[in-house]
């Protein structure tokens, strides 16, 4: 999961269903509720790709896997970043996210299945 490219994304939509049958039907994915404002999406093999939310996400986000989600946070705020959201555990199947905003605004994640690095 830490080899630093993108590992998930995450797609504002404001019809959910409509969104599903959409990408149900092009991709063949496979939808998976995770409460009444997002599904996660698999592809046809049950690998997970990414995630439709409805509420208040202002853009695409994408998720960068890294190794040292701490360490990489600490590098992004020195580089301008901004921490938005520190680690938060998904599950562990999963692992851990946390949410920057680059020097630009732009929000984007980070991903790990790595334990915190003490």
């Known amino acids: 999961m830490g080899n630093n490219t993108v590992n998930w994304w995450e797609f504002p939509v404001d ?54 989600l701490e360490g990489t946070l600490a590098s992004a705020v020195a580089a301008g970043g901004k921490v938005l959201k520190e680690r938060q555990f998904i599950s562990e199947e999963f692992g851990w996210w946390a949410l920057l905003q680059d020097a630009n605004g732009h929000e984007f994640g980070l991903s790990t299945s790595n334990a915190p690095m003490s």
């Open 15 to 68: 019809d959910l269903p409509a969104a599903q049958r959409f990408y149900g039907a092009v991709f063949g994915w496979k939808f998976t509720p995770f409460g009444a404002d997002y599904s996660m999406a698999a592809a046809a093999d049950g690998t997970p790709v990414g995630g439709f939310v409805t509420g208040d996400l202002p853009s695409i986000r994408l998720y960068t896997g890294v190794d040292d």
